[in-house]
């Protein structure tokens, strides 16, 4: 699936949420979480400064995989686990472009594992959401890559014996220069990540936490509901210490080993947490690892430096080869490396 979208509104400081609102019917599950992540993007991309006409999203195959039909952008439904590749081609032909890519866990991370890592390690300038809610939704509710060891599905009756992905532990490791994770329902972060991912040179990852309620309605349960997510996670703010509860009194330290400890922050001081650093080479590998029980989930941006992008290498190579080269197709051609073959007579 293609779409063009309608450019009434050509100003980008004018546009609204409206102007990237498309004229389908937006058909999820009612009470699914995909709804308030489209919200969140449709909010966003006003506020970016980027041309309409400039944005396109590529997606695969899955509930997420509808995307690009609910926005009025440019747009392609792509083929399982390979938006990556798709999103790729078009951000080196066309490098002025905003690309985005809509994926689910299991189309990017079983499927499309591979596409998705060198899609990371090359840091191309694309914007990946990766809806994890740890099952497979649109196929009626099979383990998925990310589903939780032991979990009873209809392919596995008897329990999971796989260890599940760690998303942003598997973007850490492939050298994402932008790694983030959000809870699908939580609009304010939604939206504070979203911008700073669509500014970001190269690729920006963002795992996006996304309950299914027909198949997996309580995976994230405690994360969302007001009586429990200030216990449960540990919102990342670039300087700032790692706290939380309700009143912020609990937080986390490096213990004489050098692991991370929950501690109570009027025993041990707040000057002695652990502080959060996005270019930091080895606390987002740490803060990965942290999850329930013994530790709250951390929520926010993990790692965000700077390297050049792959476009842009690629579009600096262009530029040399092509001042190198001159003349006629012909004597392109017969340049270089030349063989003359013949038989023997």
């Not at 490098?95 to 299991?106: A, F, I, M, Q, R």
């Not at 013994?294 to 262009?318: C, H, N």
């Not at 030349?338 to 038989?343: I, L, P, R």
Request: aromatic share 8%; net charge neutral; charged share 20%.
């Amino acid at each position: 699936m293609t779409s063009r979208p309608v450019a009434e509104n050509s100003d980008p400081s004018k546009l609204t949420r409206k102007d990237f609102v498309s004229d389908q019917e937006v058909r999820w599950c009612p009470g699914c979480a995909d709804y308030s992540i489209l919200a969140q993007v449709q909010r966003t991309l006003p506020t970016l400064g980027i041309p309409k006409e400039n944005y396109v999203f590529v997606s695969g195959i899955g509930c997420s995989s509808r995307f690009p039909y609910y926005m009025d952008t440019f747009g392609i439904h792509g083929i399982h686990g390979r938006a990556p590749a798709i999103a790729t081609g078009i951000k080196i032909a066309r490098p002025e472009l905003s690309v985005w890519v809509v994926t689910g866990d299991g189309d990017a991370l079983s499927i499309g594992g591979n596409h998705l890592l060198h899609s990371l390690r090359r840091n191309i300038g694309l914007k990946i959401l990766m809806f994890n809610n740890r099952i497979y939704g649109l196929t009626k509710g099979q383990y998925s890559p990310t589903s939780e060891l032991g979990k009873k599905t209809k392919s596995t009756p008897i329990g999971s014996v796989d260890y599940p992905v760690d998303p942003v532990g598997l973007a850490l490791g492939a050298g994402a220069t932008f790694v983030a994770r959000a809870l699908g329902t939580d609009a304010q972060q939604m939206q504070e990540i979203l911008a700073r991912a669509a500014r970001h040179r190269g690729t920006a990852f963002v795992e996006i936490y996304q309950t299914c309620v027909i198949f997996n309605d309580d995976s994230f349960a405690d994360l969302a509901d007001a009586a429990t997510k200030d216990e449960r996670r540990v919102l990342l703010s670039q300087g700032k210490p790692l706290r939380f509860g309700k009143n912020q009194e609990r937080g986390i330290i490096l213990d004489s080993s050098g692991k991370p400890k929950v501690v109570g922050v009027a025993e041990h001081g707040a000057e002695n947490l652990l502080v959060h650093d996005e270019g930091s080479d080895t606390l987002p590998f740490l803060l990965a690892r942290l999850g329930a029980p013994e530790f709250p989930v951390p929520m926010g941006i993990f790692r965000a430096i700077e390297r050049p992008s792959y476009e842009e290498l690629v579009t600096e190579q262009v530029r040399v080869a092509q001042g190198k080269r001159s003349g006629t197709v012909q004597s392109l051609l017969n340049s270089g490396d030349t063989w003359t073959v013949g038989g023997q007579g």
